[in-house]
């Protein structure tokens, strides 16, 4: 028998890896146009499926039955085939969000929530709110309440973003300035890529709680894994598969003195990690078709920054990678954001008289020693960790793995 997600565009779904870490079937992508859903439905083999945009309301006139909350929802994500072969409906999203807010806790109950968008995630967002006793308003782009008279609720004190405004691959976007809420006490964000939204990385400098979608995605796929096998599974499977997760997808991003051992270091760290290994400079060497010192000698500092953020934004985007970046990435703020989105951003520090500058424009003209103090503060504000390179490369790469296993 065959289980699997329905849906228009699968690319970059996590929904095969969180079955697999399951572990008990097989669960496979099915990209499927209008015209081809019913067929699917229809096949006798496939005992049960999570359905995706845009199908959760498209598939319910193809089922037998639906459960309780999924009518009261509109919504099917869960199907399941019974044993005399008709089709259940079920919505597991509901259970997904509430576990994500109670995961969080924060208490909602009372307080004024906005839920953001007014589609089929919306509805979840606004049914399990309320359930936990939110006064919830629901934001759209028009209608009584919408994004051009938000001052009427700046005493907001929780907001969930229900729309795919920041989504992958269109990131560095917000759907709102969270400043205009003082009150605010949390923010849930149904995205779970990049792992932080531009919604997100402003609640982060605003010391304000808020949480990505990956929990919600896990939480949700347990409940279907349950409708699929008739079994219940442990609550501690969430919190495994979600750490597995976040550990497969995270970026981490070395930053630091050109000649600090970013490269070096990096590609120890990615073949013991598993993920792929990449070296910002030479990915701006490619892209400009010439050498870093000229660069700078026929094009100037200003036109390799550009350069430099070109690169960085689209490595930032993805996930699963060992970045190592340029010793000056970080004299452009603009670049913070393109590297924190999936990435942990580690400070490798090396003494500065004992760096090379062969090679290295910026670090001939000025002493090493000299520009590391001038740029300390600018890794100072970049970092999430901070790694002395004092000892052999193998220590190194063990003092990262270490830490980051710690935050975890």
């Known amino acids: 028998m065959k289980f699997g997600l329905l849906g228009r565009k699968l690319g970059h779904s996590y929904s095969p890896q969180i079955h697999k870490l399951i572990g008990q079937y097989s669960y496979d992508l099915y990209e499927r146009e209008p015209e081809e859903v019913e067929t699917l439905l229809h096949q006798p083999d496939i005992a049960g499926l999570n359905v995706t945009m845009p199908y959760k309301k498209d598939v319910i006139p193809y089922l037998d039955t639906i459960d309780e909350l999924a009518t009261r929802l509109g919504s099917v994500n869960t199907i399941v085939r019974k044993p005399d072969g008709?089709?259940?409906?079920?919505?597991?999203?509901?259970?997904?969000?509430?576990?994500?807010?109670?995961?969080?806790?924060?208490?909602?109950?009372?307080?004024?929530?906005?839920?953001?968008?007014?589609?089929g995630a919306s509805v979840t967002a606004v049914a399990v709110m309320e359930d936990?006793?939110?006064?919830?308003?629901?934001?759209s782009r028009s209608g009584e309440n919408n994004y051009h008279n938000l001052s009427r609720h700046a005493d907001a004190s929780f907001i969930v973003n229900a729309t795919p405004v920041g989504m992958f691959p269109n990131t560095g976007a917000a759907p709102l300035n969270i400043a205009r809420f003082p009150k605010l006490e949390g923010v849930f964000d149904f995205i779970y890529n990049p792992a932080r939204t531009q919604l997100l990385l402003d609640c982060e400098r605003a010391n304000?709680?808020?949480?990505?979608?990956?929990?919600?995605?896990?939480?949700?796929?347990?409940?279907?894994?349950?409708y699929f096998t008739g079994t219940t599974l442990p609550s501690q499977i969430i919190h495994e598969i979600y750490q597995n997760l976040r550990k497969q997808m995270e970026n981490i991003v070395l930053i630091g003195m050109a000649g600090c051992g970013k490269s070096t270091v990096g590609k120890l760290l990615a073949d013991q990690c598993g993920k792929e290994f990449v070296d910002a400079d030479e990915e701006i060497?490619?892209?400009?078709?010439?050498?870093?010192?000229?660069?700078?000698?026929?094009?100037?500092?200003?036109?390799f920054r550009d350069l430099e953020t070109r690169v960085l934004s689209d490595l930032g985007r993805q996930s699963g990678l060992v970045i190592a970046t340029?010793?000056?990435?970080?004299?452009?703020?603009?670049?913070?954001?393109?590297?924190?989105?999936?990435?942990?951003?580690?400070?490798i520090?090396?003494?500065?008289?004992a760096l090379p500058t062969h090679g290295r424009p910026l670090s001939q003209q000025t002493n090493p020693a000299i520009l590391y103090e001038q740029r300390k503060p600018l890794y100072a504000s970049f970092s999430d960790k901070i790694v002395p390179n004092d000892g052999t490369i193998a220590e190194t790469a063990e003092k990262i793995c270490s830490l980051l296993e710690e935050s975890k």
Request: a neutral charge.
């Open 349 to 353: 520090q090396r003494d500065g008289n």
């Open 132 to 139: 936990l006793g939110a006064r919830v308003v629901t934001i």
């Open 86 to 119: 008709t089709l259940e409906g079920h919505n597991t999203d509901y259970y997904g969000f509430m576990s994500m807010v109670k995961h969080s806790g924060l208490s909602v109950s009372g307080k004024k929530a906005l839920i953001l968008g007014s589609g």
């Open 285 to 303: 060497q490619k892209l400009a078709g010439k050498t870093i010192p000229e660069i700078f000698e026929q094009d100037g500092e200003e036109i």
């Open 326 to 347: 340029g010793g000056g990435c970080v004299t452009k703020e603009r670049n913070y954001p393109l590297l924190h989105q999936n990435g942990t951003i580690i400070w």
């Open 208 to 226: 304000i709680p808020a949480f990505n979608g990956l929990w919600m995605l896990v939480a949700q796929a347990k409940r279907a894994a349950e």
